[in-house]
């Protein structure tokens, strides 16, 4: 197995991590949802670090689970521990422009990026998924998950979750 190690790269790592997807949002992978700040491969085997969303997603011990089962699959070697890290914060500006695409296309709004600080406006004025109109109200602040809020579209008169900004 040490020499299958030696074989492994990073990007053959975050390639494999392309098929694991959050639960909850089934359209994107969590490198595009940019939970994973960092892998290292070593002698010891590969140590992936993963960064929640939010405190108590419901969806993080089943996404470490999935990571660890697809990189025993993909990269033949049994050597591979997922770690949740506390200390890398997570950001939803670290989606990446693929996954913004992603969950637009799934039907959830996208958080728009920020720079410094989030305003509670940036989490009310939000572009309908359907039509791009931004004459949308915010219904609720809590969604079907803590990352998500519920809000309307005056324009297409659809209801659709935004993936908050964080």
Not at 119 to 147: E, Q, R
Not at 150 to 160: G, L, P, V
């Amino acid at each position: 197995m040490e020499g299958v190690l030696d074989t492994i790269s990073k990007e053959q790592v975050y390639e494999a991590l392309q098929n694991v997807h959050d639960p909850e949002i089934p359209v994107i992978s969590v490198v595009d949802l940019g939970i994973i700040p960092s892998v290292e491969i070593s002698s010891e085997g590969i140590l992936v670090r993963m960064s929640p969303t939010f405190s108590g997603c419901p969806a993080l011990h089943f996404m470490q689970e999935n990571i660890r089962a697809e990189l025993i699959q993909k990269l033949g070697t049994d050597k591979v521990e997922v770690i949740i890290d506390f200390e890398s914060p997570w950001s939803s500006n670290n989606i990446s422009e693929k996954g913004l695409g992603l969950l637009k296309k799934f039907g959830l709004a996208p958080p728009a990026r920020y720079k410094n600080e989030l305003n509670v406006s940036d989490i009310a004025d939000t572009a309908c998924p359907y039509c791009d109109s931004h004459d949308t109200v915010m219904k609720s602040a809590f969604g079907s998950t803590l990352c998500r809020s519920i809000h309307y579209c005056n324009n297409c008169k659809q209801a659709f979750e935004q993936f908050k900004p964080v």
